[in-house]
């Protein structure tokens, strides 16, 4: 693409050889395991490279697993140095398979586990209203509204008041505050309007009531420890905050409407949360909605440890029965009144339909969580899949959107549905 075009559309330069700027950690990609023909990740990632050729993310991870198994962990591009409006001086810097990402918005389905999980230990009944644990949340109408109201998007407080100061987000008990004082739309749970950042501080400050500890603690000890994670954490240490992949606004600048729904759930212009992102004081703090960092492979291990019913390399991570009620579908499908856009929802993650969905055709079965509209993390037990596409920039709209659902397509056709899903789908 011509240098006007790429610096007009905001997009990174891509060069013809892809090869160049690929790696493929070939140690830990056994297709050959689980009886897997070379052409079917190969597929995959074709449609990948694809994406990466529209110029909108200058560096992408993808981790997939197939029966247990990753057939596929790869990445490419840089991780920072390439974005549209970097410095031809500034040092391009590859993107790997262990460079840590930020997760954005799939950072939730992770939080939400962790509720679940403190409901299986008994520290709290998700049916409860925030207020009995947190009793000043009960101030400005909220008396009522439950736990699990606010892990299906239906607490009534979408979005942090307008005109607060962007760095709020890393003072907890000022946002807190905010939270406690704000008035909510709505207590009855009956609309989903998506919480992009409010949520999860309401989560954290009743896992914290409960516990004693902070939820970075509570992470560290039932989730990430125990898998083995490297990274998995709520934002970064300082001292690894150059290993962080940066995040770049790409793509032609939103417009009205599109404008007014990116403010309505971020909080701000496309500009700015660029600038918020890259800020060392949001990598560095706790934001349980929207700042877990860490790769592709770490978010599909997580999903794969759902798919296996709550258990990871032998060791039980939590139960069976935590993990169905995580994903169990709650309300109706519904246009979410925050993002615009017919939603399923559980306690917790985005769920897939039939017969399509946001997880492709035939995903009725499907749960995971976006990530800044274009990290797609998910698992479907109808294919035995667990997928993480991670991706470094954030374009609203613009050509790249074929390219993105035809990666979503070509992982449903190349993992078709399991026979015994087959004919439950025939039978229906």
């Known amino acids: 693409m011509h240098s006007l075009a790429r610096r007009a559309l905001n997009l990174s330069a891509i060069p013809r050889d892809l090869h160049s700027v690929t790696f493929r950690d070939t140690a830990s990609e056994h297709p050959e395991r689980v009886d897997l023909a070379p052409e079917v990740p190969e597929a995959v990632w074709r449609s990948v490279e694809a994406l990466y050729r529209t110029g909108v993310h200058p560096g992408i991870q993808l981790s997939l697993r197939y029966r247990g198994e990753q057939v596929l962990h790869r990445a490419i591009g840089h991780s920072r140095g390439n974005g549209p409006h970097d410095p031809r001086s500034m040092p391009r810097v590859p993107m790997t398979t262990e460079t840590p990402v930020c997760f954005f918005s799939a950072s939730k389905a992770v939080t939400a586990l962790l509720m679940h999980m403190l409901a299986e230990q008994g520290l709290v009944n998700l049916m409860d209203p925030v207020s009995y644990y947190c009793p000043e949340f009960a101030s400005s109408g909220k008396r009522t509204i439950t736990v699990h109201q606010i892990l299906s998007h239906r607490g009534g407080i979408p979005a942090i008041p307008r005109e607060t100061p962007i760095d709020v987000l890393w ?81 032609p600048t939103p417009r009205f409407p599109v404008s007014w729904i990116v403010n309505r759930a971020l909080g701000g212009d496309i500009g700015t949360v660029e600038r918020v992102t890259n800020d060392p004081r949001f990598q ?83 749960f995971g969580h976006v990530g800044l509209i274009n990290k797609f993390c998910w698992a479907d037990p109808a294919r035995d899949i667990s997928v993480s596409l991670l991706n470094t920039g954030f374009p609203i709209v613009g050509h790249h959107l074929p390219a993105l659902g035809k990666f979503v397509y070509t992982v449903c056709k190349q993992f078709p549905l399991l026979p015994e899903h087959r004919r439950r789908l025939v039978a229906a």
């Open 171 to 251: 003072d907890k008990d000022e946002i807190w505050r905010l939270l406690c004082n704000a008035r909510p739309v709505e207590v009855d749970g009956a609309k989903v309007a998506y919480h992009a950042i409010t949520g999860g501080f309401v989560l954290q400050r009743v896992l914290e009531k409960v516990t004693g500890d902070s939820i970075d603690a509570y992470l560290d000890k039932y989730l990430r420890g125990p898998m083995g994670m490297k990274w998995f954490t709520y934002g970064i240490g300082a001292e690894h905050l150059p290993d962080l992949a940066s995040n770049y606004a790409t793509g």
């Open 284 to 366: 560095e703090a706790v934001i349980p909605a929207g700042n877990l960092c860490g790769t592709a492979e770490e978010m599909s291990r997580f999903f794969q440890m759902m798919l296996n019913g709550g258990t990871w390399n032998g060791q039980r991570i939590c139960s069976e029965l935590t993990i169905r009620r995580a994903i169990q579908q709650f309300g109706s499908l519904q246009v979410d009144r925050t993002m615009m856009l017919p939603m399923r929802f559980s306690a917790g993650m985005m769920l897939g339909g039939n017969p399509v969905g946001l997880w492709g055709p035939q995903s009725r079965y499907a």
